[in-house]
């Protein structure tokens, strides 16, 4: 059962099956995939295959040239902020001791605080 919901997660399409549901023909997809730099899974014989995200990501810019008129220059430049908005912190910098009656070792907010400054570093690097 386990196995059957990682492949409903994982579900992958093929050129045709994303140009189908964009409703815009493959070879803008090949266009799009080198002017913005994105990734594609290949097999092991050079097809392409594409997951949810990568058919969310063409749908906005298809949004941003076709709707919206973005050129691709300003199409990219948005699609850099929509990501830097996504990957900002929403903690703040330090973890305050609450201000209660339980009383909490001051080593616990050490290791939050140690392991906030770790998660942020895995995070610049991504």
Same mark, same amino acid.
């Given at each position: ?23 815009? +023909? ?9 002017e ?18 990568d ?7 298809k949004e941003l ?10 199409? +990219? ?25 339980i ?10 605080n140690?392991? +906030? +400054? ?9």
């Amino acid at each position: 059962m386990q196995n059957q919901k990682t492949n409903m997660k994982q579900k992958k399409f093929r050129i045709g099956e994303l140009s189908e549901k964009l409703k815009i +023909k493959k070879f803008v997809i090949r266009f799009w995939e080198k002017e913005f730099e994105l990734k594609s899974d290949r097999s092991g014989g050079g097809q392409r295959f594409y997951t949810q995200d990568d058919l969310n990501t063409f749908n906005l810019i298809k949004e941003l040239l076709y709707k919206k008129k973005f050129t691709i220059p300003g199409a +990219k430049k948005e699609l850099q902020t929509l990501k830097n908005k996504k990957l900002k912190p929403a903690i703040s910098e330090k973890f305050e001791e609450p201000k209660n009656d339980i009383e909490i070792p001051k080593e616990f907010f050490i290791q939050l605080n140690k392991l +906030k +400054k770790q998660l942020l570093n895995l995070k610049e690097q991504l």
